[in-house]
């Protein structure tokens, strides 16, 4: 008989370094398995939380982006500016 079939995903795994992203994924399932737990219930729902704000943050940033923009096009097309 050959090597074991996994030989192969294993020394690629070695390799790319897949190790560190196996090991993200454990802390995720502990966390996920202690979510039976208040503190594990407590810091998932804090993760949520940060995620929903860094998306609420990054719309809010585009919306400002949008309106500098227009306001700038409007002043732009004033002829006070163009006299400048």
């Given at each position: 008989?050959?090597?074991?079939?996994?030989?192969?995903g294993?020394?690629?795994?070695?390799?790319?370094g897949?190790?560190?992203?196996?090991?993200?994924?454990?802390?995720?399932?502990k966390?996920?398995?202690?979510?039976?737990?208040?503190?594990?219930?407590a810091?998932?729902?804090?993760l949520?939380?940060m995620?929903?704000?860094k998306?609420?943050a990054?719309?809010?940033?585009?919306?400002?982006l949008?309106?500098?923009?227009?306001?700038?096009?409007?002043?732009?097309?004033t002829?006070?500016?163009?006299?400048?």
């Amino acid at each position: 008989m050959g090597p074991p079939f996994n030989f192969s995903g294993r020394w690629a795994r070695k390799l790319s370094g897949i190790g560190e992203l196996r090991r993200q994924r454990q802390e995720t399932e502990k966390i996920w398995r202690d979510r039976k737990t208040r503190e594990g219930k407590a810091f998932l729902a804090g993760l949520w939380q940060m995620r929903e704000m860094k998306i609420r943050a990054g719309l809010l940033f585009a919306q400002q982006l949008r309106e500098i923009f227009l306001n700038f096009r409007r002043i732009s097309q004033t002829s006070e500016w163009r006299r400048m």
